[in-house]
């Protein structure tokens, strides 16, 4: 059975950064960062392909996020820089097992129980 355990999420003010990590049960398969608000959709914020070659953002978070992976401990990373407000969500790690899924949350097979990210203004 695959297990995804995130931590790392918290309270931070608006500018502030913080670091999510994933410790996973598999290795070797693409793994992605999602997020979800109250009343809102799944959004796809960071993946990253099984070799860490491939990098995916979503819009909103380009040029303030950044995932990396350790495949010797099976562990992908988000850094979260300058959040704001609207970066305040559940955060989900997942594993997809598809060969190049695609960058949307229906790709994924696996997901982790989330972490509540808050950023205050």
């Known amino acids: 059975q695959v297990r995804l355990t995130e931590s790392g999420g918290g309270l931070v003010q608006a500018g502030g950064s913080l670091t999510l990590s994933c410790a996973a049960s598999?290795?070797?398969?693409?793994m992605g960062w999602f997020r979800q608000a109250p009343g809102k959709e799944r959004e796809s914020i960071a993946a990253?392909?099984?070799?860490?070659?491939?990098?995916d953002y979503g819009h909103s978070v380009k040029g303030r996020f950044t995932i990396s992976r350790d495949n010797d401990d099976d562990t992908v990373h988000l850094q979260l820089n300058n959040l704001n407000p609207e970066d305040t969500a559940v955060y989900y790690c997942?594993?997809?097992?598809?060969?190049?899924?695609?960058?949307?949350?229906?790709?994924?097979?696996?997901w982790g129980q989330g972490t509540q990210v808050t950023v205050s203004s």
């Open positions: 997942a594993v997809s097992i598809r060969y190049k899924p695609e960058f949307r949350p229906s790709e994924y097979d696996y």
């Open positions: 598999v290795s070797w398969y693409s």
């Open positions: 990253i392909s099984w070799s860490g070659g491939r990098t």
